[in-house]
DNA sequence: CATTCTATTGACACTTGTTCAATAACGCCA
DNA sequence: TGGCGTTATTGAACAAGTGTCAATAGAATG
C-alpha cells in the first residue's frame, strides 16, 4: 500500500509540455534584486507561510532551486526583504536642513507620509514583517523606526521641542507608533482629514506630548 | 527508485515504547479550555508558524488528531486563541463608574497597564497575532481595541476631552497605539520611568492631544 | 570552436499540516 | 455487576510545502 505515484508533478506552471520555458540567465546582482522586489510586492498582502516558495518561483520565472541559491532559506529571504525595505525607508526620508524646528518637524513628518503614500506596498512589508518575524527581523524594523525618531529627535527638533530623558524617549517611541497607525489607518479610510490636517496631526501631536513631560502636572479641567 | 520506508514515524514523545501514556478523557468544555489556555502561552513567544501541532500537542499531552477535531485546522485554532484573549482583556479591564472623567480615564488606563502587566503571556499572544495573522484576526484584534478605546471615549470621557469627529476617531485611534506601544516598551525596560509616571504619561497625553484638534493652531515658539 | 566558469534547474528527501476509520473511556440501564 | 451505546480520543495514511544537491545550459574566454 501506499506510494502512490507520488505526483511530485510541481508543474512547471502553465506551460504546453515538452516546451519549456528558456532559461534567462542574469547577474547574481540584478536576480537578487529582482527577488527581493518581487517579495517586497508579495509580502505586502501575504504573510511569510501564505507565500509559498512555489508561488514565488514561479511569479519570477525562476525555479524553487534558485531562491535557496541566493539565500539560504525562506526566513534569511525575508530578513532580506524587510532590510530592502527598511533601508529604502531610511534613504528616501532625508530630513532636510532648513527653517526653525518646527517647520523641520513638519518637513519630516511630511516626507514620512509621503513615502509612506507612494510605497505602500513596501512600507506593509516592513510593518507586516516585523510583527510576524523573528527577533532578527524585529530589529531590523526597530533599528529603522529608532533611525528615524532619532534624526527628529536630534536633528529637527533638537532640545526645542523635547528634552533627552527616560520618560522623554519612551514617549517618543510611543509617538512613532502613534504616527506610524495615523498614517496607515488615514490611508485605509481618508474620508474626513485631508493630508494636510493629517500632517498637521502628526507635527503637533509631538509638541503636545513634549508638554506634559517635564514636570507632570494635570491638565485644567 | 522512491518509496522509501517512509518513516512517518511521528514518534509519541518521550515514551519508552510498549507503554503508551493513558488516554485523558475531559468534557470538551475542559479540553477546549485547556487547548486555548496552552496556546495564548504558546503564542506569546512563538509565532503560528514556529508553532508545529507536534508541539502542541506533545505539550498538552493529547494526539495531533483531537485539536483538529476541537478547531478544524491551526488557522482556526490561531483564532479562537485570539479570541479568548481579547474577550479576557475586555472582561478584565473594566472601566470604574465614579470620579470626574479625568479620575475615571485614569483608572481606565491604569486598568490596562495592571492587566498588561499580569496576562504579558495572553496580551503578546494578541499583539502578536493580530500583526502575523490573517484578516479575521486582525479584525478581532481591532475590534477589541475598539471597544477599549471606545469605551473611554464614551464613558470615562464623553465629551470632556475631546469631541466627535473623523480627525478625532484617527487621532483617538493613534493614541491607542501609543498606549499600547508605551506598555510594551516599558515593560521590556523600564528603567528611568515609574509605574505611576508611565499612568500619568498615559492619562496626560489624550487631553493633551485632544488639544491640538478643535481648530489647528501651531505652537507658540 | 573548444573549454572553463557559473547561474540555473529538477528530482529527491524530509518536515509538517490534515483526514478519517478505529479505539477506549465513561455513563446508563437492566 | 455486566453489557451497551455514546463519544472523546487516537494513530496511521495522505497532502502539501520546504530544503538539498548533482546535473545542466548559457555566457565568456582563449
Redesign the pocket.
Known amino acids: 500500500?501506499?506510494c502512490?505515484t507520488a505526483t511530485?508533478g510541481r508543474g512547471?506552471g502553465t506551460r504546453a509540455p515538452g516546451n519549456?520555458a528558456?532559461?534567462?540567465?542574469?547577474?547574481?546582482d540584478e536576480?537578487r534584486s529582482q527577488l527581493l522586489d518581487l517579495g517586497v510586492r508579495l509580502l505586502a498582502t501575504r504573510s511569510l507561510d501564505e507565500l509559498?516558495?512555489?508561488l514565488l518561483a514561479e511569479e519570477a520565472g525562476?525555479?524553487?532551486?534558485?531562491l535557496?541559491?541566493y539565500f539560504?532559506?525562506?526566513?534569511a529571504f525575508h530578513e532580506a526583504v524587510v532590510r530592502r525595505a527598511a533601508d529604502d525607508l531610511i534613504a528616501q526620508t532625508a530630513p532636510p536642513v532648513t527653517g526653525d524646528p518646527i517647520e523641520r518637524l513638519l518637513a519630516s513628518v511630511t516626507a514620512y507620509v509621503d513615502y509612506v503614500v507612494a510605497n505602500y506596498e513596501g512600507y506593509l512589508s516592513l510593518v507586516k514583517g516585523a510583527a510576524g518575524g523573528n527577533e532578527a527581523i524585529r530589529q531590523i524594523y526597530d533599528d529603522a523606526r529608532n533611525a528615524l525618531t532619532d534624526r527628529i529627535f536630534r536633528e529637527d527638533a533638537q532640545g526645542q521641542i523635547i528634552e533627552d530623558t527616560p520618560a522623554a524617549r519612551l514617549l517618543m517611541r510611543g509617538w512613532g507608533a502613534m504616527t506610524e497607525d495615523l498614517v496607515l489607518s488615514w490611508l485605509v479610510d481618508p474620508t474626513g482629514v485631508t493630508r494636510e490636517e493629517l500632517l498637521a496631526m502628526m507635527a503637533q501631536s509631538l509638541p503636545a506630548l513634549g508638554s506634559i513631560l517635564p514636570q507632570p502636572s494635570v491638565v485644567e479641567h
Open positions: 500500500m501506499g502512490v511530485t512547471s519549456r528558456p532559461r534567462n540567465r542574469l547577474s547574481p536576480r509559498s516558495i512555489d525562476i525555479s524553487r532551486g534558485l535557496y541559491h539560504g532559506n525562506k526566513h
